[in-house]
């Protein structure tokens, strides 16, 4: 396919956001807030959903791909299959990873990935310290507030700050759960919480809450209503914080040359490495 050739070697360097943590914190509903749409499946449920990267597109509508490795194949997939396929715990077809092109997203140039959960006795099978080109990849440690400072949360951090630097952030979710001064005492800790546990630098920690921000756009939400006003404007401040941080990472990374097809997305190295570090999660 003639598209396949525009842009490859420039799309090869998109740079890419990972947004990993623990099943169920919200590591979906936070890039559904940042995109400002459902593009995601988001359930109480534990998804176990495969791997997905979300990314712009130029044309006017959406496109849905799906993976499979050892054909080398790029299934070309409709919303509602894409949707299926996030919630097929079986996923009988054997994808490894799933990709959406979306129209309009606030993001021009960055590649989210969205992971699958991780529950606490498997965490350390997930590791994404030997990432190729780590400089062209942001990771979002996603917690929830109520337990953020988890011990293999903080361990996580303490092994992959080395590699990621100021390109490690955490994202203390579900703050809504919360009231005001609890929000803003986690807040304010953190830092030495972090710096007691061995963390010297110490990342950007953001207290927030996706459901509110998801919510932001649509005037008289009842949820948003309910909620305390303090309350939802900590969270909206550190949301636009946790959101220019994103803006930043993209800025520093030079524009690619058109969107990237998923074949060169597929074949970029921040994915295949972050795939090969995800072993049991493609098995
Ligand atoms: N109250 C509240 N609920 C939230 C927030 N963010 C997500 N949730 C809810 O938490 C549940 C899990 O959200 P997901 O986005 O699916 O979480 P996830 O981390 O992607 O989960 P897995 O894919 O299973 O690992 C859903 O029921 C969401 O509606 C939030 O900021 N506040
Ligand atoms: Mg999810």
Same mark, same amino acid.
């Given at each position: 396919m003639a598209t396949l050739d525009i842009g490859g070697a420039a799309a090869q360097q998109a740079p890419c956001v990972l947004f990993m943590g623990d099943?169920?914190?919200?590591k979906s509903s936070l890039i559904n807030a940042l995109l400002r749409r459902e593009a995601l499946f988001a359930s109480r449920?534990?998804?176990? !959903?495969?791997?997905t990267f979300v990314t712009r597109t130029d044309r006017a509508e959406a496109h849905f791909a799906a993976y499979l490795p050892e054909k080398g194949r790029v299934d070309e997939k409709g919303q509602d299959e894409f949707f299926d396929i996030r919630q097929d715990r079986n996923n009988e077809a054997g994808y490894i990873l799933m990709g959406a092109r979306l129209p !309009?997203?606030?993001?021009?140039?960055l590649v989210l990935i969205d992971t699958a959960g991780a529950s606490s006795d498997a965490?350390?099978?997930?590791?994404?310290?030997?990432? !190729?080109?780590?400089?062209?990849a942001m990771l979002v440690v996603v917690t929830d507030i109520e337990y953020w400072a988890a011990r293999h949360t903080l361990d996580f951090v303490k092994s992959h700050l080395p590699v990621f630097g100021d390109s490690l952030v955490m994202v203390a979710n579900k703050?809504?759960?919360?009231n005001a001064s609890e929000i803003r005492r986690i807040s304010e800790k953190a830092p030495n919480r972090l710096r007691a546990y061995g963390i010297e630098a110490v990342p950007r920690f953001f207290a927030l809450s996706a459901r509110l921000e998801f919510a932001r756009?649509?005037?008289?939400n009842e949820y948003r209503h309910r909620t305390r006003r303090e309350v939802r404007e900590l969270c909206d401040a550190s949301f636009d914080a946790f959101r220019v941080a994103l803006y930043e990472f993209e800025a520093a990374h030079a524009p690619i040359d058109g969107a990237p097809t998923f074949r060169q997305l597929f074949d970029s190295p921040v994915i295949t490495s972050f795939l090969k570090t995800q072993g049991t999660a493609v098995a």
């Open positions: 099943f169920n914190v919200g449920e534990e998804s176990r !959903a495969l791997p !309009a997203i606030p993001f021009s140039n965490c350390e099978t997930i590791d994404v310290s030997h990432l !190729a080109t780590p400089d062209k703050a809504d759960h919360l756009r649509t005037p008289r």
